[in-house]
């Protein structure tokens, strides 16, 4: 057990109990103990400064891919786990995208006993809706809700088949968990590369149209109206599907919706510079979508950011454009690319760590995840949201280097981690002072 830790003197944001303000958070015994800004009710503790920082809930990614098992070459737990903390993670949610993907209890028993071993944070892992992840067949959701599945989801593909989809939504309501749905219509798809635009008409690629998206948003909505299971749509990448999504909220239907960092901050265009570096699933869009998605976070039509951190390998993308892998890493550039936006007075910093920290906890209805509540695990990040830095991808605690950021000089750096109070990831700059008082 660590010990008794005060950090001191920073900006405390917890938006799951409105609080903005400057002060100190107690740690005790792993759980927060005390959040104030006098003396704190003990004397004997080490101290952590945080003057000039900010200081709030550790972050919730419900959305990544730690390719453990099958595909080490790309990350294992260890190390994807590693590079989230760096990132200010303490919760990741991991698709089942593995080989052999998550669609039976011991796949899911596998994931907890490696991450108890391995991981200096929390796994929780994502269960397939179909079995195999081929879209056909219901996955026996049951074994997998007892074995301790957090949510459901083919990621990496669409629940092809609408009666499983329906199927899956009718036991999400049962049992209480967001089944997420990777909107893509395949046969809109295929052999596409980058979005339907301009940029692909230039380089000749196949292009990706917004349909694709939009066509499977539709229809998850129409399901979870029908049914009163609650969807959440992955990595929402065009207007079109933030007005369905604005419309449905609108109409009471139960669903939730993400926005990965790279669609709100970069458009198709970054395929000109960054080539396979850039290229995603969904693909990168335009300026008018990645507007649409910011005005859509800050009102509150898209729930939260996840990062869909997707490692690959240097020869998944240094190769012909068409058969690179889709994905960007993303753990460990994700606030320093979203800060600019707060810098820039384009989304607030309530809102974003709101959509990192309370948002994801309570679609996953764990109601002492991502606060700082006293009694709550004492899950911390800290971070310096002026500070700059240059991306340096050959450093990535993960395996996967393929970002398009490398190089880039970005402002907003995680200085310190705590996960259950214990120091996950620290800056250099950082440093616990033992003391007794
Ligand atoms: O770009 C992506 N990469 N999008 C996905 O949906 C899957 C992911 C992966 O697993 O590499």
Known sequence: MPNTLLIRGGRIIDPGQEIDKTGSLLIKEGKIAWLGDGAPPENDYDTLDAGGLIVCPGFIDLHC???????????????????AARGGFTTV???????????????????????ANESPIRVLPIGCVTVGRKGEELVDMGELEMAGAIAYSDDGSPVVSPEAMRQALEYSRDFNRPIIDHCENLFLTQGGQINEGVVSLELGLRGIPASAEELFVQRDLDLARETGGHVHIAHVSTEGSVELIRAAKEEGIPVTAEVTPHHL?????????????????????????????LRALNDGVIDIVATDHAPHTAADKNCEF???????????TALGSLAGLILNSELSLNTLIAALTVGPARILGYEKLGTLEVGAPADVTIFDLHKEWVVDA??????????????????????????????????????IESKKE
Do not use: W
Not at 278 to 287: E, G, I, Q, S
Not at 322 to 332: K, W
């Open 65 to 83: 891919h730690l390719r453990q098992p099958g595909d080490e070459e790309k990350e294992t737990i260890a190390t994807g786990t590693l590079a």
């Open 93 to 115: 949610c991991c698709m089942p995208n593995t080989n052999p993907p998550l669609d039976n209890e011991s796949m899911i028993n596998y994931i907890k006993a490696i991450a």
């Open 265 to 293: 901050t970069l458009t198709d265009e970054a395929v000109l510079k960054h080539k396979t570096y850039a290229k995603v699933n969904p693909p990168l869009r335009t300026k008018r979508d990645t507007l649409a998605l």
């Open 322 to 332: 068409t058969q690179a892998a889709f994905g960007i890493s993303g753990f460990e």
């Open 394 to 431: 050959s450093q990535f605690a993960s395996k996967g280097k393929n970002t398009p950021l490398d190089g880039q000089t970005l402002k907003g750096k995680v200085m310190a981690t705590l996960f259950q109070g214990n120091p996950v990831y620290m800056d250099e700059a950082m440093k």
